[in-house]
């Protein structure tokens, strides 16, 4: 199925004032006026609605306060707005949550998820023309490779962490609404993003934000753990493409073709670093800090991206090393965002611009 474009569509964006998801809202309110975006966000510690201060304004933009796991408000909002599709990115996203508070992550990626579709299903009808929910996954839910060989689409999952066997979870979920109801669907699975508006727990930004202070960089493990990571607008390029014109009941991998071990990458980053804050050279590098490892630490991910490639043209665009400067020019010129994190200042963004 591919979705005409330049059509009036009502589309949900869950999860929107995160990370990824406000890339996605920005993308998307940008490049489809004609579109009704609406951002749904419970605003958790990981929502920040200063990550979408330059398009707050916008005609087609609304923001809701909202949880996906309050069935009956998730019903109510659909009866209201009567989408024609939904990107869902509402998750709990970090691991090492996922150790300390696994049901959390039950509630959110899997109950939240299954109201969505409900919600979907209960709207639409089975009048499935034009509709689609898309659900964004991680491919954390392949679990672990070893030295070699690539996550595909047709890899079994084998999640190993609480996030990772939720998110896998909510993508059976998906498939089994597509299956059991029609309802049409699309999921992608993506590896490592990075980029600006991160929340500074996740190994990039944390690891910038504390050299910025002078901080140790705790190096899980012995760092040899592997990661492909892909510029998060890359990703949200992707997204944009498999909504559209993805096909429908079909996954999509998206991936960076570009594995790092932690080690190399963090060192990478210390040194590029130490350039932009006129430090003495392997500076940084100094505040590496071996620490004990993540219980069920996956060794290595990667991702065979080539379905994308063929089927709908889609490739990286950002080269690592020019993605990594971009990212940290950002975090060192958004210094009021990053100090409004550290603080928690940005939690009370809410209340002065929506509640005034
Ligand atoms: P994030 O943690 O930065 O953002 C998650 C957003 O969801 C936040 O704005 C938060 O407030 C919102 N949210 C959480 N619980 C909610 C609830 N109950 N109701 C409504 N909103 C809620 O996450 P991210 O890194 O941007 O990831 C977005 C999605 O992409 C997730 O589904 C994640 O699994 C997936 N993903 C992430 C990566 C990555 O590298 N970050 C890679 C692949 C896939
Ligand atoms: O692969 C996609 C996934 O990537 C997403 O689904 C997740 O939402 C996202 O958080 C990310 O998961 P990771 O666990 O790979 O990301 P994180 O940034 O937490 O860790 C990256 C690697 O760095 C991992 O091997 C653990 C290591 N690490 C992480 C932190 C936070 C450290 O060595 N030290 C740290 O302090």
Redesign the pocket.
């Given at each position: 199925m591919h979705l005409s474009l330049g059509q009036k569509r009502t589309v949900l964006i869950?999860?929107?004032?995160?990370?990824?998801?406000s890339h996605v809202v920005r993308k998307m309110v940008l490049a489809y006026p004609s579109y009704q975006i609406v951002n749904?966000?419970?605003?958790?510690y990981?929502?920040?609605l200063e990550n979408l201060k330059d398009i707050e304004k916008y005609p087609n933009y609304k923001f809701i306060k909202?949880?996906?796991?309050d069935g009956d408000f998730i019903n109510n909002l659909f009866s209201k707005w009567n989408f024609d599709g939904v990107i869902h990115?509402?998750?709990?996203?970090?691991v090492d949550r996922s150790i300390e508070a696994p049901l959390e992550f039950v509630?959110?990626n899997v109950l939240?998820t299954v109201n969505l579709l409900n919600a979907s299903k209960s709207i639409w009808k089975e009048n499935y023309q034009g509709k689609r929910f898309y659900h964004?996954?991680?491919?954390e839910v392949y679990g672990s490779l070893g030295e070699t060989g690539l996550f595909s689409e047709i890899t079994s999952y084998r999640p190993n962490s609480p996030y990772s066997a939720s998110?896998a979870s909510s993508d059976h979920f998906v498939r089994s609404y597509g299956e059991t109801y029609g309802l049409p669907y699309v999921i992608s699975?993506?590896?490592?993003?990075y980029g600006p508006y991160?929340?500074p727990e996740?190994l990039i930004p944390l690891f910038i934000n504390n050299i910025i202070q002078h901080k140790p960089l705790p190096v899980y493990g012995d760092g040899k753990y592997t990661r492909d990571w892909l510029f998060v607008e890359d990703?949200a390029e992707a997204i944009d493409l498999i909504y559209h014109k993805g096909k429908n009941k079909e996954s999509y991998n998206i991936g960076g073709f570009n594995e790092w071990q932690n080690i190399d990458m963090v060192k990478l980053l210390c040194s590029l670093m130490d350039k932009r804050l006129f430090r003495d050279k392997g500076e940084s590098e100094k505040l590496i800090t071996f620490v004990k490892d993540r219980p069920g630490h996956d060794l290595r991910y990667a991702i065979d991206a080539t379905k994308i490639n063929k089927e709908l043209g889609w490739e990286p665009s950002v080269i690592f090393r020019e993605g990594l400067e971009r990212t940290i020019d950002w975090y060192l010129a958004n210094v009021t965002w990053l100090d409004h994190v550290n603080s928690g200042e940005y939690q009370n963004y809410y209340n002065t611009r929506y509640k005034q």
């Open positions: 869950t999860g929107g004032a995160g990370f990824i998801g749904l966000d419970k605003l958790t990981a929502g920040n909202g949880d996906i796991v990115l509402a998750a709990e996203s970090h509630k959110t939240g964004i996954s991680t491919d998110k699975n993506c590896s490592n993003n991160q929340f996740k990703h």
